[in-house]
Nanobody
Framework: QVQLVESGGGLVQAGGSLRLSCAAA????????MGWFRQAPGKEREFVAA????????SYADSAKGRFTISRDNTKNTVFLQMNNLKPEDTAVYYCAADVFNRVSAPMILYNYWGQGTQVTVSS
């Protein structure tokens, strides 16, 4: 079982920035692809970004391209999501997830482990 703990959420004004972190208590963290997803009230959970175990491959949802950056520090078993120029429509609970097969893909079904989520609220 891989435990994932997100942090860094909060309340920010439109145009502001937040950096989310997801820490894993797992010695094989560097072999897993990691993804960020979000779920807004009344909506389904959606893909935001993913990064391969080594960090060389990345994928972003169209809504995240140009504003969000996913990165990871395998020495600290942590993946990050830097979010800039935030918009009210980015308001959601953000979840990190691990894919033990290192696929860097969008479908939630491919992810094996999930964190509990961190709330991001962007005010207009």
């Amino acid at each position: 079982q891989v435990q994932l703990v997100e942090s860094g959420g909060g309340l920010v004004q439109a145009g502001g920035s937040l950096r989310l972190s997801c820490a894993a208590a797992e010695r094989t963290f560097g072999s897993y692809a990691m993804g960020w997803f979000r779920q807004a009230p009344g909506k389904e959970r959606e893909f935001v970004a993913a990064v391969s175990g080594g960090g060389s491959r990345k994928s972003y949802a169209d809504s995240a391209k140009g504003r969000f950056t996913i990165s990871r520090d395998n020495t600290k078993n942590t993946v990050f999501l830097q979010m800039n120029n935030l918009k009210p429509e980015d308001t959601a609970v953000y979840y990190c997830a691990a894919d033990v097969f290192n696929r860097v893909s969008a479908p939630m079904i491919l992810y094996n482990y999930w964190g509990q989520g961190t709330q991001v609220t962007v005010s207009s």
